[in-house]
């Protein structure tokens, strides 16, 4: 697809980095089914990393997006209604066609579906619960959707009262609210909820959207101090790359150190542990803008990778990996489908984004003006 902007390497490495931090950690799960060392739960939870390595960039991208239609001036309802349309031409075509394809597969393999199978028409299947056990991957399209919804909605209603204020201070002090009030709703949680388990947390807490929308508003706040200090940034991102990497260090070392799990340290992991990770992938931002590649073989397996992300995250797991799990009778073994997982997650990505993804994009960009 011929496109009138320039991709940016870096952030494609980003992006590329996310999905094989995600299809690493699955891997796990055909090579070592029964295992839970420390070693596979420590690639499990890298996995579990890739996806707020998204979340960050996918706030950074799109809250640049909504800043650059703010400093044009782009601030009436209508073109709010053409924002949200570009993001929903980007993310629900690719996401539907592959909830008909779990459907299929359970009606297929005679496999009951869940209640309330509606809900995830409309994004609603954990946005206060737990995600349920179908097309467990969705959990993460929600939490993007909501964030992508709610944030700009106010900030448009401010802007109709506020007409004489700044636009981007707006911008800045609705995404700073948003976030104290999530602040809320998990101080809530903290008091109310009994957990047991990191897998519990997890499915109660960390896949649950409005305890994780503020993992894409920071990284709205993140593209906001970037593009105000864009110059400063840049001429220190090695040092903002090392900070960001000491405190992921140091997160972690912590974790391992002192053993802290949810059950016993909830505070750390509702209040501290995600958003310090967010954080601190983000500061790492500013240097990888600035990368370059001149081998031009690694620049378009990266871009290829990129590019077909989105793709692999919704077909890896649910379609293909479960799928082959699904196959009892299987005789190949661990590696071998290890093989397999991978032949055919890029396979059906590659069908995906050639006949879904890409076409809706073309027509995007030309529907709607970027």
């Known amino acids: 697809m011929k496109s009138n902007y320039s991709r940016i390497f870096g952030l494609d490495l980003i992006r590329a980095s996310a999905i094989i931090l995600v299809v690493t950690s699955h891997i796990t799960f055909l090579l070592f089914p029964t295992s839970d060392g420390i070693v596979i739960t420590g690639v499990r939870v890298i ?19 909504l800043l650059k239609q703010l400093e044009q001036n782009k601030t009436n309802f209508s073109d ?21 394809i779990n459907v299929l597969v359970f009606f297929l393999l005679k496999e009951p579906l869940i209640n309330d199978m509606g809900l995830y028409i409309l994004f609603l299947q954990n946005i206060i619960t737990a ?25 448009y209603i401010f802007m109709a009262f506020l ?13 700073i ?16 909820v009994n957990i047991h388990s990191y897998k519990e947390w997890s ?18 706040l993140l593209v906001y101090i970037f593009r105000k200090y864009r110059v400063i940034c840049i001429a220190y991102r090695k040092i903002l790359a090392l900070i960001g990497l000491f405190i992921f260090f140091i997160l972690h070392m912590c974790i391992a150190v002192f053993q802290m799990e ?39 397996t990266v871009e290829y990778v990129s590019t077909r992300s989105y793709a692999i995250y919704l077909i890896n797991y649910s379609i293909v990996l479960l799928g082959i799990q699904r196959i009892t009778d299987l005789k190949i073994n661990g590696t071998g489908k290890v093989i397999l997982f991978l032949v055919l997650t890029l396979l059906l990505s590659e069908l995906l984004y050639k006949y879904v993804e890409l076409p809706v994009l073309q027509y995007r960009d030309k529907k709607y003006e970027r």
Do not use: C
Not at 163 to 175: C, D, E, P, V
Not at 271 to 290: A, R, T
């Open 80 to 100: 709010l209604i053409a924002f949200w349309k570009r993001r929903w031409l980007r993310t629900v075509p690719n996401y539907m066609v592959v909830l008909m």
């Open 131 to 155: 995600h349920p056990d179908f097309f467990t991957e969705a959990w993460s399209l929600s939490v993007e959707e909501y964030a992508y919804l709610l944030l700009p909605l106010v900030l």
């Open 262 to 300: 949810p059950q016993t340290h909830l505070a750390f992991y509702v209040f501290v542990y995600l958003q310090l990770l967010v954080i601190s992938l983000g500061m790492m931002f500013p240097y990888f803008i600035e990368v370059k590649l001149s081998w031009t073989w690694g620049r378009r």
């Open 177 to 192: 609210a948003i976030i104290f009030l999530g602040i809320l709703l998990k101080i809530n949680f903290y008091n109310t």
């Open 203 to 220: 499915s109660l807490f960390r896949k649950v959207v409005v305890y994780r929308l503020d993992a894409i508003y920071i990284g709205f």
């Open 47 to 65: 996995g579990a990393i890739g996806v707020d390595l998204f979340f960050v960039l996918s706030g950074f991208l799109i809250g640049g997006i």
């Open 163 to 175: 007409k004489k204020r700044s636009s981007t201070k707006l911008f800045l002090w609705t995404t």
